[in-house]
């Protein structure tokens, strides 16, 4: 029994160094072998890791619109799909009564929106101009850096005062200090009173290159527009109590605007569930990296092919070697395992290759684009020992064949 052991520990060992010893000799084949199973591996840990990067970065630019947020926005359902022409159906007094009669909110913050050009001295800027009330940096979790933001006395009596985003500062200060300064927007002065702690990008749109003004001058001297019932606004945020609260939110602010706005049949607003958009979010960006990896799977798949084919090369090269192997002792078992071992070495050794590669990738993807490197270590270990797999599942055929070949017959092959 032990010999019997010991018998097997030898022509396993034997094996491994006959292997390795043959894919070093043939150092060009080898390497020709294992690029396939390295371009499979590093495209599917890039794929996996670039789709990953772009939930991740949706997740996020959702998170920077604020926690627990919902948005009523003008139109319904419908008119949402074409952004242009949206009917203008939300009003301050809308916001005001949500903020009175909604038990399960936390704060409100209307907003109206528009692109104006902005100057100081010889500085310009055209920019994002938002009128809003105090309560948009707890909506909207905005923090000031320096100086204030806008207050309730602002938004009573429309002061011409402004809070700036720290892009747009620099942009018209370069450097200087802007608190207490004046800077004209559309031609009206205004004075710089604080400057807004940097928040980024979100869907493309640059939050901190932001003009925010009060409500009241934004409507009456930006804007200049109000609807037949009352102070326009482009659209309100609201910012539920909790995660548990924006279901009944939801509800109860839909509820609200149907009697105020005396609807019977299809809304003229739309309500937007930061959750339900996130889930949405979620469940596209799986899908496209699921799909993405598996596109790239194919490649291994691929990959693997070329081995066995390089394998069934090499048995039919080597014929006489294997003859000669068989005639002065060695067994079915023997040469079988050499050949396995010796697919095995390449699809291993490529994935570990295509694995850094892969890695490679994904860092370098992060460090010039906005995405965010994500590397999951599942998909390093999936690649990793579906590679290895790979090798031995397509690796049995050739060796199958060499392990069959009459020694006699190979002895007489040149």
Known sequence: MGKAQSRKGVDFGESLKMATSTLIANKLRSGLTMLGIIIGNASVIAMVGIGQGTQK????????LGPNTLFILPGGPNSQQNRLGLPRTLVNADAQAIKRQVPSIAAVAAQLQSSQAIAYE?????????????SFLTVRSFEVAKGRFLNDDDVKNANLVVALGPDLAEKLFEGREPIGQKIRVKNISFEVVGIMVAKGSSFGSNQDDVAYVPLSTASRRIVGRNSPFGQEVSFISVSAKDADSLSAAEFQITNLLRRRHKIVNDDDFTVRN???ALQIVGTITGGLTLLLGAIAGISLLVGGIGVMNIMLVSVTERTQEIGLRKAIGATQGDILMQFIIESVILSAAGGVVGTLIGIGGVVSVAVFSPLPAT?????????V?????IGLFFGVVPAKRAASLDPIVALRSV
């Open 57 to 64: 970065l949706a997740e996020d630019q959702f998170k920077n």
């Open 385 to 389: 020992t579906v590679s290895g797999a």
């Open 375 to 383: 590397v999951a270590p599942a998909s390093v270990i999936m690649a």
């Open 122 to 134: 010889n500085k310009n800027s055209t920019s994002q101009v938002v009128g809003t009330t105090p």
């Open 274 to 276: 930061q959750k339900d």
